[in-house]
Each structure stands twice: as C-alpha cells, then as structure tokens.
C-alpha cells in the first residue's frame, strides 16, 4: 500500500521561498506518477506539478513555472517553491496514481493522497 505524508508548510513573506516534502513508502515499480495539489479556499483543487516514475520526467502548470521545482529523492518528493505570491497561499497535497505513470491535473484520477498542509504567503 502506496502512503504519503506531506511536511514544511509554514507562513512566509511574499518573495520568499519554501521547501515543502512528501514522504513516500509502498512503491514497488516504477509505474506511478506523483503531483502536488494545492487548494485555496472556495476553490477547485489545482494540479501544480508532477513527476512520472517512468524516467523522472516533471511537468508544471502555467501558474507556478520558473518558480517552483519538483524532485525526488531518498523516498520523499520535494516541492521548492520560490518566488512566492499571496496567491499561493492554499493547502498542498501530494497524490499518486500508483496505476499509470502519465502525469495529468485531473484529481479524481488519483487513488492514493497525503493529509495536506498549509502554506501561507503574507503581503
């Protein structure tokens, strides 16, 4: 069984920078695909990156490209994000789709999701 656990959420200055990571255990292939979610309040839940098992291939929405980095190492997912803005501010998820290893934003299509945590960016 695929579980994950995010950590390194915090509040932070517009401009700032934070690392955020997912603790991932259970996978037995390389036939995943994992992305972070965020969701701000009253609204849709947003694919903002991922990483396919396949070749380690990442992919990024339009709204955090050139700020953010995704990688993966020693059984955590890392999320770097830099540059940050006050429209950052949400709950960030990873997920896994532990079926397929095509990164996609479609959340219903992931099975396996952490417990989420907070990010804050202050004006």
């Known amino acids: 069984e695929v579980q994950l656990a995010e950590s390194g959420g915090a509040l932070v200055q517009t401009g700032g920078s934070l690392r955020l990571s997912c603790a991932v255990s259970g996978l037995t292939s390389k036939n995943y695909a994992i992305t972070w979610f965020r969701q701000a309040p009253g609204m849709e839940r947003e694919g903002i990156s991922c990483i396919s098992g396949a070749d380690g291939s990442t992919s990024y929405a339009d709204s955090v490209k050139g700020r953010f980095a995704m990688s993966f190492a020693n059984a955590k997912v890392y999320l770097q994000m830099n540059s940050l803005k006050p429209e950052d501010t949400a709950i960030y998820y990873c997920?896994?789709?532990?079926?397929?290893?095509?990164?996609?934003?479609?959340?219903?299509?992931?099975?396996?999701w952490g417990q989420g945590t907070q990010v804050t960016v202050s004006t």
């Open positions: 997920a896994a789709i532990t079926y397929g290893s095509a990164c996609h934003w479609i959340a219903v299509g992931y099975d396996t």
